[in-house]
C-alpha cells in the first residue's frame, strides 16, 4: 500500500478569517493521523490573502500541537527567501518540541511576486546559491564539531530531514546528487513529472540520510459520495486557477453549479493543463485513479490537495480518500 499524505493549503474562505484556517488545518491534522496518513505539509506563501501559511514554522508549530503522530513539515520553505541559519533555528526548534515529527521541505521558488520579494530583503538572483544554502542548513542541523564558531542552537543535532521540491528537471538533479528524498509538484505543473523521477531515480547517490531514491507524488484529489458531487466541490480548485491568470488572487470561493460560465476557452486549457493529474469522483473512481498513478509513477508516496471549499466536506473528502486507497482507518 502506497503511502498517503496531505499537503494543506491552509485556505482563506469568503466564510473564514486567517484564524479559521490555520484551526481547520489543525482540525484536519488531528483527523488525517486517525485516517491512517503518513504526514501534512504547508507551504510557504507571500502576499496572498487567500492563504495563511506566510510564517510557515510558526503555522507548523500549530498543527503539530492538535496532534499525536503524524508527521508535520514544510512543503515548502521557499529556502532563497531565508538565510539557513535562520531556518535551522525554526526547525531545530519544531524538532525538539515534537521530536519525530518534522520534515523540511525545500523549494527554490520565491512563493510571491518580485516586488514582495523585495519586501523579504532578498535579491532575486538568491535562488542562484541554492543548492549551497542547503548544503548550509542541512550542515548546523547535523551535530556541532569542536571547533565550531557558529553553532544553530537549539538545532544542531537535530538532523530534521530534508526533502527536495520541484516542477522542473532541476530540483530532481539536486535531489539525487545530495541523496534527498524528492517531491514533485505535479498538482500545479505536471507536465515533467515522469521525466524528472526518471533523472532522479537514475542519478541518485546514496547519503547518509537516504540510501535509496524515495520520491513523493502531488496529486489533486476530491472525493464525495458521487462523481457529480466531487466534479462541482472541484469548481473552487478551478476558480482559484482562473482568479490566478486573471491577476485577482482572492479568497476561496464556493462551489458552482457550471464552471463553463466562469472561465473562457483559453482559461480553461490552461486550467486543464495545470489540473491534468486531478482525479476526481467518487470513491470508486478515486481508488481507480490512485492506482493507475502509483503504478505509473511508481510513486513511493502520495501528497494530496483535496481543495474543498467547506471544512466539512473537505474532512469527508479526505475521509474517503483514505479509505479508497485502504489506509488504517479511524480508531
Known amino acids: ?13 469568503e466564510e473564514t ?14 483527523h488525517a493521523e ?5 504526514r501534512i505539509w504547508v507551504a510557504e506563501h507571500h502576499n496572498m490573502r487567500g492563504i495563511a501559511s506566510a510564517a510557515t514554522s510558526i503555522v507548523l508549530a500549530h498543527i503539530a500541537a492538535g496532534s499525536t503522530k503524524i508527521r508535520v513539515g514544510a512543503g515548502g520553505i521557499m529556502l532563497p527567501n531565508h538565510a539557513p541559519y535562520i531556518i535551522a533555528e525554526q526547525f531545530g526548534t519544531l524538532e525538539r518540541l515534537y521530536p519525530g515529527r518534522i520534515d523540511l521541505g525545500l523549494g527554490r521558488a520565491p512563493g510571491t511576486d518580485q516586488l514582495t520579494l523585495r519586501a523579504l530583503r532578498r535579491a532575486p538572483e538568491s535562488a542562484e546559491n541554492f543548492p549551497q544554502d542547503v548544503l548550509e542548513l542541512q550542515a548546523f542541523l547535523a551535530e556541532a564539531g569542536p571547533n565550531q564558531r557558529i553553532e544553530a542552537v537549539p538545532a544542531a543535532g537535530t538532523n530534521v530531514p530534508l526533502w527536495i521540491l520541484g516542477s522542473s528537471n532541476f530540483g530532481a538533479m539536486l535531489g539525487a546528487e545530495l541523496g534527498l528524498p524528492y517531491s ?9 513529472l515522469l521525466q524528472a523521477l526518471e533523472i532522479y531515480r537514475a542519478r541518485f547517490k546514496p547519503s547518509e540520510q537516504l540510501q535509496r531514491p524515495y520520491a513523493m507524488v502531488g496529486v489533486n484529489i476530491i472525493a464525495a459520495e458521487t462523481d457529480a458531487e466531487a466534479k462541482r466541490l472541484a469548481t473552487t480548485q478551478q476558480m482559484s486557477f482562473v482568479n490566478m491568470f486573471r491577476g485577482a488572487r482572492g479568497l476561496s470561493q464556493p462551489p458552482i453549479d457550471d464552471i463553463e460560465n ?25 481508488r481507480r485513479g490512485i492506482a493507475a498513478l502509483v503504478e505509473e ?8 490537495v483535496s481543495d474543498v471549499y467547506d471544512h466539512a466536506l473537505r474532512l469527508r473528502s479526505f475521509e474517503l480518500i483514505a479509505e479508497a486507497a485502504g489506509l488504517s482507518s479511524g480508531a
Open 1 to 13: 500500500m502506497t503511502p498517503l499524505s496531505i499537503l494543506e493549503l491552509v485556505r482563506v474562505t
Open 17 to 30: 478569517d486567517a484564524r479559521g484556517a490555520l484551526d481547520n488545518a489543525r482540525d484536519l491534522a488531528a
Open 34 to 38: 486517525n485516517w491512517g496518513y503518513n
Open 184 to 192: 514533485f509538484a505535479s498538482h500545479f505543473a505536471p507536465d515533467l
Open 262 to 286: 466562469y472561465w473562457s476557452l483559453s482559461e480553461k486549457a490552461q486550467v486543464q493543463r495545470m489540473l491534468a493529474r486531478s482525479i476526481v469522483g467518487s470513491p470508486e473512481t478515486v
Open 297 to 304: 509513477t511508481r510513486a513511493d508516496e502520495l501528497i494530496v
